[in-house]
């Protein structure tokens, strides 16, 4: 999998915007940008995928870069239940592959 | 109804003995994986399974090995149990090959988790 650096953690207020952000410089061109988190004790959770257009889901939006090495999950309106470890992948063109999980970012929610 | 789910959620046993992790997706997927996140929380692929067969194996010992009975169950056989062997393991599966665009393929779900403790 391509390498992606994401900060070890960030910290947030209950009901505001959390931007968070990843660097993928060596993304390739047929490289998809996955977002997945993890909630304490439970297994990860896919949140959001995109290419090269920024998408929106139930979950959060994913805002990508125009050169595509960075990109940027948004949750608009963070709620305690949001606090969890996020990761940033870059799944392998093989879809029998598994995922390569960095540290990923540790999302703080403060009441 | 729980789209992976894994038993039993806590496992604890003595070194030395053989275990095993059951696993099974209601999702109609055809790939499925292990990962085993160890003390230090980094979650780290094992197997992946397609079709009946094992297409990757991370430089995992042979004292485990996955078996699938079909294609909704992928169970993790462990052999021998070493304090090593403590973590948390995960099953997940994913819609390879059988469904969405290249981007929806790599969309993987995961089960909940089964805490081991070798003593």
């Known amino acids: 999998d391509a390498k992606t650096t994401q900060p070890n953690s960030m910290e947030s207020n209950e009901e505001e915007p959390v931007h968070l952000p990843c660097n993928h410089s060596t993304i390739s061109g047929t490289d998809y940008i996955h977002w997945y988190r993890q909630l304490p004790s439970q297994g990860p959770e896919y949140v959001i995928h995109g290419l090269t257009s920024n998408v929106n889901n139930r979950m959060a939006s994913l805002a990508i870069a125009e050169d595509r090495k960075s990109s940027t999950l948004i949750l608009h309106r963070a709620t305690l239940r949001d606090a969890a470890v996020y990761y940033c992948i870059l799944p392998p063109g093989g879809g029998a592959d598994g995922l390569t999980f960095g540290k990923g970012t540790h999302l703080i929610i403060q009441p | 109804d729980t789209a992976v789910s894994q038993t039993p959620k806590y496992l604890v046993t003595q070194m030395g003995n053989d275990k095993s992790i059951k696993c099974e997706q209601n999702l109609g997927h055809d790939t499925m994986y292990w990962y085993k996140q160890d003390s230090k929380k980094f979650l780290k692929i094992m197997f992946s399974?397609?079709?009946?067969?094992?297409?990757i194996n991370e430089t995992v010992p042979n004292r485990f090995s996955p078996k699938s009975p079909d294609k909704a169950h992928l169970n993790l056989h462990i052999n021998s149990l070493e304090l090593g062997d403590s973590a948390v393991y995960f099953c997940?599966?994913?819609?390879?090959?059988?469904?969405?665009?290249?981007?929806?393929?790599?969309?993987?779900?995961f089960g909940a988790g089964t805490r081991l403790s070798v003593l």
């Open positions: 399974y397609n079709n009946k067969e094992l297409i």
């Open positions: 997940a599966s994913s819609p390879y090959a059988t469904s969405g665009g290249a981007g929806t393929k790599n969309i993987q779900y």
